[in-house]
């Protein structure tokens, strides 16, 4: 009767073994500040007026007490209303972060913006300051519109994207109608 006892102790401790980055991982995820969200939709709004629809596959929230903040590792598209509640641009990036405290965000990624004129801006970074009501970058950039292709170093406007200026203007070609208007 002990030896059954006693070899079942002994397979128990054999068994019973983890792997220590396995152990780790788990404690990592445990104590983790970072909650995600899939499949997400906000709103934000103005003296109950919607102005802006955000939309992401994934959305990963940082609740670090100094700095929180919310990841988009896999893009956004994001639609603005104006006072209309028509949309008035439409804006997509392969990748967003937005500093809660700071209320600032940063686009990176294929960053392109349509407006309800025609105009399409096009550039791998590009910073929207909540505060101010603004975007801008000092990256290169494109806007294309209806009758003309503009390059340059540089680039400031109203969040709405119809008040836009470049900066370091370096080529401005005619085109043809290059730029159909985008369906929002």
């Not at 596959?57 to 988009?72: G, S, T, V």
């Not at 990176?108 to 975007?135: A, C, M, P, Y």
């Amino acid at each position: 009767m002990k030896y059954p006892l006693l070899l079942g102790l002994l397979l128990l401790f054999c068994a019973c073994e983890n792997d220590m980055r396995d152990v780790k991982r788990f404690e990592g995820m445990a104590n983790s500040s970072v909650e995600e969200a899939t499949e997400v939709e906000l709103f934000y709004s103005d003296s109950a007026v919607v102005r802006m629809r955000l939309q992401a596959p994934l959305m990963q929230e940082d609740r670090d007490e100094k700095e929180p903040k919310r990841i988009f590792p896999d893009g956004v598209e994001v639609d603005f209303y104006g006072r209309d509640k028509q949309i008035s641009s439409h804006l997509t990036a392969l990748y967003a972060e937005y500093s809660e405290k700071k209320r600032f965000i940063v686009l990176q990624d294929s960053v392109v913006i349509h407006n309800s004129q025609g105009e399409q801006l096009e550039t791998e970074e590009l910073f929207w300051d909540e505060r101010k009501n603004e975007i801008y970058s000092d990256k290169f950039v494109k806007v294309t519109t209806p009758t003309e292709v503009m390059q340059g170093y540089g680039f400031r406007s109203d969040i709405e994207f119809k008040n836009w200026e470049i900066d370091s203007l370096s080529g401005i070609f005619e085109s043809s109608s290059l730029l159909k208007n985008p369906e929002f």
